[in-house]
């Protein structure tokens, strides 16, 4: 899938949080949003992605910006992650990976030389209208809220 690019609208989603309940693209109209793909609940790399972001809200809502995350993780999964990392966040279940294409997260991945179809770590910065101000692709964890930082800063 095509990686997403600065100016473009972002594909809209309707999907679950980890409490069942839908949350839409449209939900976050009028604000900013850090929105970000990861490979698995509970794993390391995702747990210091979301508890970096978890420990950044004070200065993101600050910022006027909302964050959620988006894996294959079924909402069961998602609640544990969330309970226990005391996540203040959605939690969003994508198993048919219909969105992670949609934004040009989806694709090939290694490990150990098998090659297979995963989550590529991304995340992206939306402005109140829900087009792409930023997108990072292959993004390290520790990462994420830095770079949305700095390119917020770059708007103003």
């Known amino acids: 899938m095509a990686e997403l690019k600065k100016g473009a609208k972002a594909p809209a989603f309707s999907l679950p949080d980890q409490d069942g309940k839908t949350v839409q693209l449209a939900d976050f109209h009028g604000q900013k949003l850090l929105l970000y793909f990861y490979p698995k609940a509970d794993t390391p790399g995702c747990t210091v992605q979301a508890c970096s972001i978890r420990d950044a809200m004070p200065d993101l ?23 226990k990392h005391r996540l203040s966040f959605p939690l969003l279940s994508d198993p048919d990976h219909k969105t992670a294409e949609a934004y040009g997260a989806w694709g090939e991945k290694s490990m150990y030389g098998k090659k297979f179809q995963g989550i590529v770590r991304s995340s992206f910065l939306l402005d109140e209208e829900g087009r792409i101000v930023q997108a990072w692709y292959k993004v390290s964890p520790q990462d994420t809220v830095p770079l949305a930082k700095e390119a917020l800063a770059g708007l103003k």
Not at 61 to 83: C, E, N, R, T, W
């Open 61 to 83: 809502k600050s910022l006027g910006i909302a964050a959620v995350g988006i894996s294959p993780d079924q909402p069961k999964q998602q609640k544990k992650f969330a309970a």
